[in-house]
């Protein structure tokens, strides 16, 4: 087990970091380098590691990530080498929520409203998550495990006994639920949504 690489992945503000700060509380040991710090949108910090962002370019520093897990978001994972096993919890999230906070975020950073509206990065999300699951379907040295966000929230120990018994019956469920603030998920969907 050891000799595997974990990796949680989804679309931006799918639930990745709730997902890594789980994985932490249940004992799994966690890359990352605090360059990106804590701030309103995600108050327990992003749970982010700089180099995955280069995998393309530098993939050296992998073989150092066996047996701990790190984040990556989903448009990265093709550049993986295929030389090593992976894991890949990959997280998934109401796409009206998803939306919603991430705009909120670019918004709280200054971002232009105008750049991209919902209803066009819904579309270029929706086609993105199709052709990711087809290519993952094809990885025969990646096992995923498809969580969601909203499904977490609402039922977080049993989503911790799924997470645990994917990566082998190694880590402490009841730490991992626990971890799960619902007063976090502050971009629901509206039943219409």
């Not at 249940?26 to 280069?54: H, L, M, Q, S, T």
């Not at 969601?148 to 929230?153: A, F, G, L, P």
């Amino acid at each position: 087990m050891d000799s595997i690489i974990t990796i949680v992945s989804g679309l931006p503000r799918s639930g990745t970091t709730l997902m890594m700060r789980m994985l932490e509380a249940g004992g799994i040991e966690i890359v990352k380098d605090n360059i990106r710090k804590a701030d309103e949108d995600n108050p327990d910090g992003y749970y982010e590691f700089e180099k995955v962002k280069r995998i393309k370019e530098d993939s050296s520093w992998l073989d150092s990530t066996q047996g701990k897990v790190f984040k990556m978001v989903s448009m990265l994972l093709y550049n993986l080498p295929t030389d090593k096993n992976y894991k890949v919890i990959f997280m998934k999230r109401n796409m009206h929520e998803m939306l919603t906070s991430q705009r909120i975020m670019l918004e709280r950073h200054g971002h232009d409203k105008s750049r991209a509206n919902d209803e066009e990065m819904g579309r270029l999300y929706d086609k993105h998550l199709t052709h990711i699951k087809r290519w993952l379907e094809t990885q025969d040295n990646m096992d995923i495990l498809y969580i969601s966000y909203n499904y977490v929230i609402e039922s977080p120990r049993k989503n911790a006994e799924i997470v645990n018994q994917f990566l082998g019956n190694r880590l402490d469920v009841e730490k991992m639920a626990k971890v799960v603030d619902r007063s976090l998920y502050r971009n629901r969907a509206s039943a219409g949504n």
